[in-house]
T-cell receptor
Framework: NAGVTQTPKFRVLKTGQSMTLLCAQDMNHEYMYWYRQDPGMGLRLIHYSVGEGTTAKGEVPDGYNVSRLKKQNFLLGLESAAPSQTSVYFC??????????????FGQGTRLTVV | AQKITQTQPGMFVQEKEAVTLDCTYDTSDPSYGLFWYKQPSSGEMIFLIYQGSYDQQNATEGRYSLNFQKARKSANLVISASQLGDSAMYFCAMRVYSGGYNKLIFGAGTRLAVHP
């Protein structure tokens, strides 16, 4: 059981380049999230999705786009990378429930450096 | 505004002693959930414990307990009998209802160091 898988694990981009981070989950979860983690700031929500074909903005959506064409996949795109987007990116998924089933399961993270 | 605040950037504790990591939250919704996650140096996020806003009793999971004080809007994590393997970042998180959907927001984290 793979859980939540992120691809790639590491990436170095030049300023202005574009890239897509892929998140795949095999738990049939409705909700999926993209976070970025920066020192001293915890995890900040970029975008999230409550089901196939739906997306919503989180706390820090600027410079990112997302798509959820299939329930199991959630893609995060950077159209024109900037050094400020250097961070560790985490994908997570969960049931929408009002109990512990709202617990988020995380991928292993993607370390992105923009030079 | 919906917010999670962790005021302790770093904490240290002697092995075998107990430690409390602070978490306060702000939400106007009557229904919410509170989570604690552990992030060791390897980077993965590990779920530790959950408390629902309507739960009457404080949650416990092995050596972890959550000191839930609803009126004070605090959800502190207590780790009893600390072990060297408890050294990690700890994040408090809250499931909130916003824009018609639930979402999960995190605090800035507390780095715990357990000394032998």
């Amino acid at each position: 059981n793979a859980g939540v898988t992120q691809t790639p694990k590491f990436r170095v981009l030049k300023t202005g380049q574009s890239m897509t981070l892929l998140c795949a989950q095999d738990m049939n979860h409705e909700y999926m999230y993209w976070y970025r983690q920066d020192p001293g700031m915890g995890l900040r929500l970029i975008h999230y999705s409550v089901g196939e074909g739906t997306t919503a903005k989180g706390e820090v959506p600027d410079g990112y786009n997302v798509s959820r064409l299939k329930k199991q996949n959630f893609l995060l795109g950077l159209e024109s990378a900037a050094p400020s987007q250097t961070s560790v990116y985490f994908c997570a998924s969960s049931y929408p429930g009002g109990t512990r089933t709202g617990e988020a399961f995380f991928g292993q993270g993607t370390r992105l450096t923009v030079v | 505004a919906q917010k999670i605040t962790q005021t302790q950037p770093g904490m240290f504790v002697q092995e075998k002693e107990a430690v409390t990591l602070d978490c306060t939250y702000d939400t106007s919704d009557p229904s919410y959930g509170l989570f604690w996650y552990k992030q060791p140096s390897s980077g993965e996020m590990i779920f530790l414990i959950y408390q629902g806003s309507y739960d009457q009793q404080n949650a416990t999971e092995g050596r972890y307990s959550l000191n839930f004080q609803k009126a004070r809007k605090s959800a502190n994590l207590v780790i009893s009998a600390s072990q060297l393997g408890d050294s990690a970042m700890y994040f408090c998180a809250m499931r909130v209802y916003s824009g018609g959907y639930n979402k999960l927001i995190f605090g800035a984290g507390t780095r715990l160091a357990v000394h032998p």
